[in-house]
């Protein structure tokens, strides 16, 4: 047979795969704008679900617990809700802790 290196040399030789720096810049901005819109997207559920929050409080009966919400008194005294209002049940006061 031949010599083993005779097929090793024979093969071409290919310089190492690199990214230029237009597709570097092009991805990093890409997960950059992924990161904002991730964030964004986050705060703005979080607000929506605030807001339905404190209209079911509002709409249950339980309005001063939005106000305490929206004036940034959270969390509340679970305790204190249980003493103010003993006619709640377990099932209602998860639900106003949810």
Same mark, same amino acid.
């Given at each position: 047979?031949?010599?083993p290196?005779?097929?090793v040399?024979?093969?071409?030789?290919?310089a190492p795969l690199r990214? *230029?720096?237009s597709d570097h810049i092009r991805d990093s901005t890409a997960r950059a704008l992924?990161?904002?819109w991730k964030n964004t997207r986050d705060r703005r559920l979080a607000e929506i679900e605030a807001k339905e929050a404190c209209d079911w409080l509002r709409a249950t009966g339980f309005p001063q617990y939005a106000q305490l919400y929206?004036?940034?008194?959270?969390?509340?005294?679970? *305790?204190l809700v249980k003493r103010e209002h003993d006619f709640l049940d377990r099932d209602a006061i998860e639900a106003l802790c949810r």
């Open positions: 047979m031949g010599d290196k005779a097929h040399m024979a093969r071409p030789l290919r990214r *230029s720096f992924d990161v904002i929206e004036d940034f008194l959270f969390p509340i005294d679970i *305790s």
